[in-house]
């Protein structure tokens, strides 16, 4: 059974800076299409990042040039870097993961971690 793990997050000040981890155990992320979802209370649940072997990063445009995505190989775990953190940031961070191969459709995300909270205080 495939379970995903996180690590990170909490409360920061705005212009901040935190650092998400998620492992995986039951699958691979560098094989597959995995990513980052926000959802906060109220709103909608956002796509904010991806990472593949073939179509590479994707970054939602509220966070280009603030937040990085990556794959430490050597642990498997995928990270999440938020720099310059805003209020706005505020919100239920969730590592996600397919079993999709090539492009990184929304629909295709199967697997979530639990999303601990991460806030940004004004």
């Known amino acids: 059974q495939v379970r995903l793990v996180e690590s990170g997050g909490g409360s920061v000040p705005a212009g901040g800076s935190l650092r998400r981890a998620c492992t995986a155990s039951g699958y691979t992320f560098r094989t597959y299409c995995a990513g980052w979802f926000r959802q906060a209370p109220g709103k909608e649940r956002e796509r904010v990042a991806t990472?593949?072997?073939?179509?590479?990063?994707g970054y939602a445009d509220f966070v280009k040039g603030r937040f990085a995505i990556s794959l430490d190989s050597a642990q498997n775990p995928l990270s999440l870097q938020m720099n310059s953190l805003d209020p706005a940031d505020t919100a239920m961070y969730s590592c996600a993961a397919t079993y999709a191969l090539g492009w990184c459709p929304t629909a295709a995300f199967s697997l979530w971690g639990q999303g601990p909270q991460v806030t940004v205080s004004a």
């Open positions: 990472i593949n072997s073939y179509s590479g990063k």
